[in-house]
Every structure is written in C-alpha cells, then in structure tokens.
C-alpha cells in the first residue's frame, strides 16, 4: 500500500486544473504521479470512453507506469487495462496521427523507419553531396588539414557532415519547416551559406526517399501529429474529451515543438500536471529541448506550483555532495552565465517515521580519485577495485557509468577479460539477441544448402538452445563439427534411396537422443528449403513456427517478419544472405529494436545483485544502484567554457573555433524564427553559445550521475586519449573533490 | 440452395413474394438472412416457369460474388431448359452495350479513332497507362507533399475517375469538390489539382488510344448509349424482366439507369438489405438505392431472420446502441450471454493458436462442418494470413481465404514460369539470379531436391553469358553428375533442350509461349506441376492476365516494334499488374472450408455461418475506413453538400456508423457464437484501443449483471 509523504499527498488532493512539480532525483515523482492518475480514474467522474493520459519520455517507463498503474486499480477492484492510456511522446503522436493520417498527407499504410534505416539514407545522400562539393571542405577544414587523411580516421570528416545533416533534418522538423520553407526564408533574408546549402538540399532527398517509401522517420511523428491538430479543430475537441487529464513526466526534456503539442492538446481550460526536474535536463544539445519550457510553466498563471523536495534514495553523504554541487554551481562557478544550470530546491533527506528512509550513511560513502591517470589505468584501477568489492557485497546492486558509449564498451570489455558478470542496458536485450541471431543463420544456412559451415553453424545454435550442462554442449560440439567437415551437404539432406542421412557423416559417439533431435531439425531445414520460394516475411513466420514455443519469442519472430518485409519493400534485390544480414544487425547489437522480453519492457537494477550494470551516464537515468561509479570526469567530457577546455563537438580538422553543427542550427533556428540577431550573428558566435549550453548540460549530467547512486559512490578521471594535450580534472569535480575533502578532514 | 444446407422451408411470406404476379415492379426489403436473395432466386425460376423466356431476364447484381445464389438456381438440374437469364453488374451490361454499339457512338463520345476497334483496360493494365502518365510528372515534382507508394499514387488517381463516373460529374470537378471539402493545410489544394490534372490526361489518353477504362466505359453507356433512341429499344427488346438485387450495394448511375429503365419492363423485382451499405467507401450509395425504392409499385418486407439465434438477435440490438450512443445501453435488451465470449491474450501468435485449437474443438464431434466457420479480421496482412494458413493446414482443417490484393507474382509456380521465360529470351536482359534459377529448377523437376538444385544451378546457370546462360549436363565432371544424379540430369535436359529450341519466342505472345511450357513440358509426368493443381489455376490466371495484357498493349514509339513480353514480366515484378487472388477459388469448395479473411470480403460473400471468430477486437481498423490522401469517397458522393468542410465530426459520425454497420452485418450472418479475441500487442507491437472494444466492454459489464442474475 502507498503511503504517500507530506509533499506527495498535498499532490493527491489535486481534482482540476494546471499543477506544475519540482521533483527531486529520488524523491517517489513516478509512484505519486502513477497514485494520482490511479485516483483519479477510481474518483474522477470519467466517461467509459475517457481516459487519463500519461505522457513519459522512454518506452521503459511507459511499462513502469502501467504496472504501478493498473496494480492500483486491481487493488481497488477494478478492470486494471481500461480508463488510462501510457505513451512515449513518440508513441502518443502515432495514436493521433493514425486516426487522422489524411490531416498529415499520408494514407494508412504509412510505415516509420527506424533509426538506422534513417541515418543510412541521410549517409547516402551526404556521401554523394559532398562528392559534388569540393567547397564544403574548403570551407569547413583547417588549411593544414589533408582531406584524405580525415576522410580514412575513424569518427572523421564523412561522419562530421552525416551528423551535421542528422541534426539539421531533425532541427528543421522541430521547427515545422519542409525544405521549401527554409528556400523561402533563405530568400528573404538574402542570407545563405555553403552549410545551410547542404543542409537544405539533403533535407530535401531525404524527404524524397521518404515519401518514395511511403515512411516517416521519428521526428516526423511529432511535427505532423501537431499538423492533425492544428488542421481539424472537432479532432482536436474529440481528442480533448478522450483525454480529459494529461500527466506529463519528465516535462524538463520537453523540445519546443513537444510543449506545443501538449499545450494545443490539453487546451486553454484542459487538466494538465507536469512534473520533472529541471535540474535533470540533458538532452539539450542541438535540439530544441529546454529545461525553461518547465520553469516557465511552474511560473504560469493559474498554475499551482508544487515540489517534492524529499528523496529517501541516497544516504546523507550523497545528497549532501549533490546538494554541494548546486550550491557551487549557483554561486561559486566562475562563468557567472552557467551559475543558473542547476535549480534550487536542494534535496532533503526524508524526514522521520517516512516509509522510505535514506539509506544509513557510513565515512567510506564517496570516494574521489584526484591523480592523473590514462585511461586504461582509469578503467583498470575501477575495474580492480569492483573486483575486490563484488564478492563481498553480492546483495548489492552496482553501475559504472560513462559519459560516452564506446569508452562503456571498453570498461565492459576489461570487466569481461576480468570474469566479472556483467549486464549491458544495450540497444536491444540478450534474449532478442539471441532470436535473431538464431533465425539469421538459418536464412544463411537454407540461403546455401551445400555450404557445410553455415549449415553446422545453424543446427549448432539451434540444438545448444535450452541446453545448460557443459558435456552435452561438449556433445553438440562434437556433433556439428562432424557436420561441418561433411563434404556432401545433398546426401545429408536428401540422401538417394537407400542410403541413411548420416552415412558420409563420420559421427561422433552421440546419445540417441540428440540424434534424433538432429534428424527432427533436418527434417525442418527441408520443409524450409521449399519455403525459400516465400516472401521473406512467410519464410520467417514459417521458421519460427519450427523453432520457437513460448508466445514472447513467436511474438518476437512476427516482429522480424514484419521488418524484413519492409526491407523488401525498399530493397526489391534483396536474397536471403542480405535479410540476414538486416538480423546481424540487430543480433551484434548495432541495431536497436525493441523486443517483448521483460529486459526490454521494463529494467530494474535489482534484478541484477551481484552483477555490473555498465551504461552511458544518460541511460541510467531514472534507475539507481547502491554503488556507482562515474568515470571520466576530465574537461573533455564536462567542459566549463574555460579557456583550456576541448569541445567534442568541435574536431581537430575542423577550422578554429567552429562548431558547425552550432554554427548552422543557429542560422537555421534564426531563419525559421525571424530573429535576425541569429541570422547575422558573425562566426564562432554560435560556436561560443554552443560551448555554454554544453558545459550546462554536462553539469546536470554529472548531477544525474551523483544521484544514481545509493550508499556509495566513486569518481574518477583520466587525462584522455592526446599525450600532447592531457584532459584534466573537470572543474566541477575540482570543487566536489575540495568539499569532500574538507569534509573528511578529522575534527 | 447450398451444398449441405438443410433443404429450403420457405415462409407465406416468401411464397406470396415469388409467385406476385408477372407484371409490375415490387420492392422487397429485409434485413440479411431474412431469406430474401433465396426468394428473388426462385422468382426466377418462377418467372420463366410461368412462360417468360429465359433470355428476356436481366438479373442485375453489384459485384460478381452477390450473383452466387443466382447461378446455383441457373446450373441446378431441375433447372427450366431455353435462353438463359443474363447474369450482369452494371458494368458488366455497359460493356455489353458498348461492343454491340461502339460505331454508332464513338464519334459523339470523342474518340479520334472512330475507324478503329476499341479495348477494355482492366484495373490492371489501367493502372499500366496511368503510370506511363503519371511517372514523368512526378520527375518534374508532382505530388511532392504527400508521403504515398506509387502504385496507390495510380490507383487513388483511378479511384477519383470512377467515382465522378458512379456519380456522375464531369472529371475537371474532381478538384473542386475535394478542395471545397478540405479542412488541413492548404498545400494539399495543390495536389488534388495534380491529380485532377493527371485524371484528365489519362481520360484524354484513353480517347486518343480507343481504350476505355471503367470509368470511361460507364460514362459512354450514361451520356451516349442509354439516351440513344435505338440502344434503348434494344434493351426493351430484350429485357422484359429485370431482379436486382442488393440495390443498396450499387452506384447512384446504376440507379439512374434502372429508375430509367423501370416503366418499360413488364416485371421488375429490387431487393434491398435495410442494414446494407458496406461498400459505401466503393462509391455505393443506400440513400441512392432508397430513391429507387420509393418508385415501385409494391413494397414487402421480410421480417424474421433465418439465420441469427434469438441470443444473437439480443447482441445484435444492444451492441448497435453501445456504439451509436457510446453509452450503456439502456432497456432491456433480452439474454445474450451465451452468444458471445472474449478472450484476451497479450501476444498475437497466442491468438493464432487459440482460434485453431477452438475451431478444432468445434469440428472434433462431425456435427459442424469448416464451412460453417468464419475467422475475421478488419484487415488481412500476408503475415496472419500465412500464420492462420500454415497453422490450419498443419492440423488439416480446411480452408479458403479471401484477400484479393495478394500479388499473383507471389505465387511460386508463376515465378518459377517467369524465371524460365527470362532465362528463354536473353535479349530482355533479364537473366535471374542464381538463387531464382535453383527454385525454379527445384519447383520445376520433380526428383530436383532443393541442395541438388542449388548444386545444379550453381555449376550450370552462367548469368555472365548473355548469349544462352544453361549449359548441358554433360558438361559437368561425372563426379557432379552423380551427386545431382543422372535422372534428374536427364529432365534438366528436357526442360533445357525445350527452353533452348523456344529460345526468344515468347516475345510477342508471351501468353502462348507460357502456354506451352506448362503443357508440354512441366504439367507432364516427371516434371513439378504435374498434379499441383494450386500452380495450374496461378498459372493459369497468369496467362490470362498475361492475355489481356497483349491485347491493350502499344509501344511507346510506334516506329519500333514493342516487346510486350518483357514489358508484362517487368510490370508484374514492380507491382503494378494482376494483384490478385488466385488460390484461394481452386482451394476448397466455400460450403467445406473455414472461411479466413476481412470482414468486409465476409460481408461480400453474404453467406452466415454458425460461428464466428473476431480476432483483434482492440484494432481501430474495425472502425477507422481506409484513408487515401488523394481521394474522398463521401465527399465525391451525391449525398456531399458541397458547401460543406469534411470536419471530424463528419469523419467520426462515419466511422461510427460503419462499425455499427459492419458489426450488425456480421451478427446477422451468425448463427450461433461469436468467439472474440483481444490482444494487448497487435500484430506491430503496438497497444491498439479501438472504438468497437471500447463498445464490447459496455456489453461486457450487461453480460456480467445478467449472469449475476441468473446465478442468484
């Protein structure tokens, strides 16, 4: 039973209106939020076809507030799935735009691409571009710079202006603007250069090859969901009735044309509750997202104003150190621009008698590595201490968090060599995984039924399925090497009459039953080769069917079915090998698809003791872990628009003190909007706003990262990849590590 | 009467129905499976047993399928010899009328060849043309604001001709009446002006060419055939008795033709379904039908169904109030608890599985026939389709399916032809890939297993040589040659030596040379369609298909001779030909199969069945009609005040009474339960929440009280 605190059930006596809330990391906002709509669907006066609309950020937390959800309502003897609606932003367009696809331009059967399908088509059309544009080098590189050099290293020039039209495409939506539009403002304003050039004409085939294929990308969703509002004023009054109350999650991470959407949606006299932390803004770089949509709107007329200071997440250590970290931010840091980046109020402890109380606090709480270190002494010295404290706290949950993504991969491959277990919040789960790699290597192996490795390879995966003791996967081993040396792959599947399917197999001594499990999977493989001559989806379907039982993995496989018909679709030349290809991608993890395993719908780091949870320091929002670890805390990583800071965005090819991706938005941002100042602003001016916005950011991601963590907590830094240019201690950490250390000095 | 139905007791009702007498014209209303198709059928045998000439009856029906009742009474033995009734749509009569009169009227309906014959264009090749208009325009940046596949570019550009030919305005209004209508941004003024644009320029192809499509075939019967003194006298002279049925179900120029029609015939029997309507979204219009209606002498209603159980009949009433008033319903609806049931399931194969072990409950004691079995969905996607299929097939419960976009290039025999025909004409460089090749040769020769097949192609098949790609098997090492074995060497061979001694004959009669590939070599003994009856009707539709296309072809230069076999195989591969059901007619006889398909193909079959399965009753596609951003089928309607925006209110209102529509159509054709089936991740994985579950669970709560009350 929820036994709301003092703050928390002033929150529950809201019946109408706009309330607007503070909440501190840690302090119950998604159970009182989740409570409150429970409340309302059992008090309210909702129609059968009303619901309450709960809007969050991520699909993780979508299947957190259900479970909170519809438990409530169970509790209270009620049908649990009806009276309420849990979406993404994302997923909230989609509901709307598929009422009314008319409104947007689109017919029903319109398709979204995924994200990878996306980037590779922006790539496409940037690769060709820049091949026509010998300009667009002499106007961004460094006079030194050779193009050949920077065209070969990793993360080089081919990628800087892929991104650079990533961000301007998905900026130019934001803002509503086709292509045409932004033609007409770069007219009249006689105002163009060699990138919004690019930009516009990228735009413009990518949204060719869109419409070509009948799709959408993400950023779409948003623009034309807000279009099929806007157009049809009885839509948006019918939609209005549905959804009587809007709770808003996260309302911190709202980009511009988000908070419109919301706003048109809930309506001048609508019920609207928003609650976030500003404080925990990070995803504010090159998108129109702004923690001051959220304070703003706290300070609204008609809004009633609430906070939920308390957290009984981490122990007073913690909290204080975080609390230090506002509290220097606000008044000490030398950029008297970035001192509002962080927001009071600051986090309380909870106070006596409450239901959840901070965790006891102990002197070895915090730990701060001052020396330099390289990297990999960085990553070996966490990777030793772990080692030391795992078996002596299995119960225990544990994170290493990491600003970048492949510096995780790293730590993630040094805990590995280390035989530390470990789990990955990666783009798709293990059990995903593993499906698709199951059914790639069936569609090589029938792709080439004479080829004995990809044939052996199949039934190897197949047959270790559910299999867990070492001899019988020694056994399978065994087995599928036989197959694999087997040079008449015909006589194994279709031996002439007379003779046995194992006869040219020089068979190992095998147990009768795995035999004959080997034989029932032979027989499979033939009804799959006549399925060959399906489309793909059909092949797939039928695959399944033979392989999986349990309702999430069939799911799973209609998923991929619908997929690979869609890669169809696009790629008529497609054969087997390139389908599997697609399922590579997922299975190696290089793309993100969202399964039904419950890793997936929701992760809870306390299903995981005794294990290492590695992520980008953004992933881990929202969970917490008894110990943390932040790595990488140096200048580069969060920079403070000192004079020796380096810039991730600004690369060593590029000419000096230009960001082009801040360089472009901004004009872009300007042209769209009618402010001149940021039409004519001179160059390097959006670069040095740029830096600002990034150091405030980067300060929040660091508050998020301290605020995961429950009873302890390490931070360390490296000196960063250049030996000639040594990161140093980021000058936040500088100012933590002081207070710590004073803090820790004996009376 | 239908194979396996009990033999037909008719009511008074029907008797006095069937033998009114033989002049004047009567309307009989009815909701469905109140038995009035089965009266209008023995009308006819009535009509011509009472004296009328076979041929002197026109019986006129909205779609093929609704005639079924029909020609079972025309083939049934006992049935009068003599002229034969004609069996029409309007359509169908149109084009009749336009073969026997195209020199009278060619000139006055504007076409410039008036010396020439002219041709039918089916939708496919229709859409053949339009493309070879439309293409172009797009180059130069047509229709750029609108996310489309574009071949619904083509068929929504169609789509918008037939329904000013059903409805009867002029093309040039097409863009007037949609922008009138149009409520969203004003760029899409724009492309409904293009659209027009690219209507006209077809039309005006269409004249040029002496084609005529099927909006161009109504619009010469209406404006040049029908008002002509002599085509009228004609059709007096041969039609002196006309049904029709399922009036409600027509065009509003079908209307006007019969309205026109009706004082010259001595008899005349309209049938009308008084809950009909569900091809409101094809152009057919009830308000139309009424019209018609209220101009025959006599009226009859039939009022008790044969069909529904009283329980249904109660589900029918309260479900219908659920959803017009999307409240509770109030009153007192009668018992309906036994009529219905639903089960939920989190995922969709869980669906899949449950609906199979039901209908194998069902069908375990003999006492229920497949035919008496219906699975519905609002719409079909090729996956389900095949899940339901290959899972049916698995425990062999009988089935057909009805899902007419299905490509016929899908079908594995047609590929398996087309692979060969490309491999026969190498100068259409076309040459398939390997991978192609080994499942032709797989599906072609019956002791071709699939690994020999890949072996056979992999050594064999050379792309590279554009002169002759197979080479004989005697080229191989004997080493291969054992390993694919001699046998199936030796029909490679014959297969090989046929397609080489054909080599670039099928060019111009492709239709022909297919023809005789299937007969001569692959339907014989030895060879893999020689009992495969499934590859004989595909085939056999590909090479009708294939006909057809020859006939309307022309070269895009005139100067040089065309190449229409490589342009069919083309066309077939990019979509835009013969999307086609093919298999689903050789399958099973309807009255033995579970029928598995949308609900609106169920609805158009217009035969009840005991038990019906509902499956993903949370899918907004039960409710939310087809949208196509280049057309409007109720603003191109009669009924549109033009002065009006098509808000969402209209679009609700719509929606809400094609549910309420759609569900009471399909609860009049069951006899006995509904089994429904919810899921909570559709088939995408998305959470759907449509409006006929939100109107269930109102139902759901009354089913609950009355059992309540019944236990107390």
Known sequence: ?747 | MQDGMPAVVLTNDQTTVINSPMSGSLLLKGQAGTGKSTCAALRLRYLIESGAAGDSILVLVPQRSLAAPYYAQVHAADFPAGGQPSLLTFNGLSQRMIALFWPLINTSAGFTHTKAPFKFLTIESAQYYLAKIVEPVLQQGYFESLTIDPNRLFSQILDNLNKSAIVGFPPSEIAARLSNAWIGKPTQLKIYQQAEECAIRFRQFCLEHNYLDFSLQLSVFKEHIWPSLICKEFIYKNYQHLIYDNIEEDYPVAHDFVSDLLPGLTSALLIQDTGGGYRSFLGADPSSAARLGNICKGVYTLKDSFVKSPAIDNLENALDESIRTHRQPGGDHGKFSDSFSISSFRFYPEVIDWVISKIQELLTDNTILPGEIAVLTPFLSDALRFSFASRMDAVKIPFTTHRPSRSLYDEPAVRTVLTLARIAHPSWCLLPGSQEVRMALALAIQELDYARADLLSRTLYQRGNRDWSLNAFDTLKIDMQERITYHAGQQYEILRNWLFENKESGTSELDHWLSRLYGEVLSQPGFGFHTDYDAAAAIAHLIDSCRKFRNIYTPDNLSVPGNPGKEYVQVLEHGILAAQSVASQSRQSASNAVFLGPAFSFLMRNQPVSYQFWVDIGSQGWWSRLEQPLTQPYVLSRNWDPSKLWTDVEEYEINQQSLARLTSGLLRRCRDHVYMCSVAYNERGLEERGQLLLALQNIQRIKARQSEADNV
């Open chain 1, 1 to 747: 039973m929820f036994e709301p605190r003092l703050n928390q059930a002033q929150i529950l006596e809201y019946t109408k209106g706009r309330m607007g809330i503070s909440a501190v990391p840690g302090s119950g906002k998604t159970h009182t939020l989740s409570y409150l709509a429970s409340q309302l669907i059992l008090t309210g006066d909702l129609e059968n076809d009303q619901e309450i609309l709960i809007v969050t950020l991520v699909n993780s937390a979508v299947d957190n507030f259900t479970t909170r959800i519809s438990g409530f309502v169970r509790a209270a003897g009620l049908l649990d799935n009806v009276g309420y609606r849990v979406r993404t932003l994302h997923g909230l367009a989609h509901d709307i735009i598929l009422e009314r696809p008319d409104l947007a331009g689109l017919s029903s059967q319109f398709t979204i691409v995924d994200e990878v399908e996306s980037d590779r088509m922006i790539e496409q059309i940037t690769t060709a571009y820049n091949r026509l544009h010998p300009e667009l080098a002499e106007f961004l590189l460094k006079t030194s710079v050779d193009l050949a050099q920077v065209n070969r290293s990793r993360n080089g020039w081919p990628q800087l202006i892929t991104t650079l039209n990533q961000n301007f495409i998905s900026q130019a939506k934001d803002l509503q603007a086709e292509p045409e539009d932004i033609l007409r403002k770069i007219e009249h304003y006689q105002c163009s250069d060699v990138l919004l050039e690019m930009g516009v004409e990228v735009y413009q085939q990518y949204q060719r090859g869109l419409r070509y294929r009948n799709a959408l990308d993400f950023s779409d969703l948003i623009r034309l969901a807000y279009r099929v509002l806007e157009s049809d004023p009885a839509f948006l009054e019918r939609l209005r009735y549905r959804w009587p109350y809007v709770l808003e999650d996260e309302a911190q991470d709202s980009s511009s044309i988000q908070e419109k959407m919301l706003r048109l949606l809930v309506g001048a006299e609508g019920n609207w509750v928003r609650v976030g932390d500003p404080n925990q803004a990070i995803y504010e770089t090159f998108t129109t997202a702004n923690p001051r949509f959220l304070r703003n709107f706290l300070k609204e007329e008609g809004v009633r104003s609430m906070s939920l200071p308390h957290s009984g997440r981490s122990n007073i250590s913690i909290l204080n150190l975080a609390n230090n970290l506002i509290e220097w931010t606000r008044n000490h840091h030398p950029v008297s621009d970035l001192r509002d980046s962080l927001d009071v109020p600051f986090i309380e402890p909870t106070p006596q008698g409450d239901p959840q109380p901070n965790p006891i606090d102990h002197p070895h709480a915090i730990y701060i590595r001052n020396a330099n270190t390289t990297p990999d002494e960085e990553i070996r010295i966490v990777v030793e201490n772990i080692k030391r404290w795992l078996p002596q706290n299995p119960d225990k949950t544990l994170a290493v968090l990491c600003p970048i993504g492949w510096y995780g991969e790293k730590v993630a491959d040094a805990l590995h060599k280390a035989e530390i277990p470990m789990v990955e919040l990666l783009k798709s789960s293990q059990s995903t995984r593993k499906i698709a790699s199951i059914v790639e290597k069936v569609l090589l192996a029938i792709a080439n039924p004479n080829d004995a490795g990809n044939n052996s390879e199949a039934i190897k995966q197949i047959l270790k399925v559910g299999i867990n003791e070492d001899d019988q996967v020694e056994e399978v081993n065994r087995l599928t090497t036989a197959i694999r040396k087997c040079n008449r792959m015909e006589e194994f599947y279709y031996p002439v009459p007379g003779r046995e399917w194992s006869t040219g197999l020089e068979l190992p001594d095998a147990s009768e039953a795995l035999l004959e499990r080997l034989d029932d999977l032979r027989q499979k493989f033939i009804r799959w080769h006549l399925a060959t001559s399906l489309p793909i989806d059909q092949l797939i379907l039928t695959v399944a069917q033979d392989l999986f039982t349990s309702p999430a993995e069939l799911a799973l496989a209609h998923k991929f079915a619908l997929l690979l018909e869609f890669s169809a679709d696009l790629h008529p030349e497609y054969l087997l090998p390139d389908f599997a290809s697609e399922l590579a991608e997922i299975s190696g993890n290089i793309r993100k698809f969202n399964g039904f395993s419950d890793e997936e719908l929701r992760f809870n780091p306390d299903d995981h003791k005794g294990e290492v949870f590695v992520s980008t320091y953004h992933k881990a929002k929202g969970l917490e872990w008894d110990r943390v670890y932040l790595m990488s805390v140096n200048n580069y990583d969060f920079p403070s628009a000192q004079e020796f800071d380096n810039y991730i965005g600004e690369k060593w090819f590029i000419r000096e003190d230009f960001n082009p991706h801040a360089e472009v938005l901004d004009r872009l941002t300007g042209l769209l909007t009618n402010n001149a100042q940021l039409i004519t602003a001179p160059p390097g001016a959006a670069t040095r706003q740029a830096r600002l916005d990034y150091a405030s950011e980067r300060l929040r991601l660091l508050f998020v990262g301290i605020t995961r963590a429950r009873q302890s907590l390490v931070i360390t830094w490296n000196t960063g990849s250049r030996k000639n240019e040594p990161q140093r201690m980021a000058l936040p950490l500088e100012a933590l590590y002081a207070y710590w250390s004073s803090s820790n000095e004996p009376a």
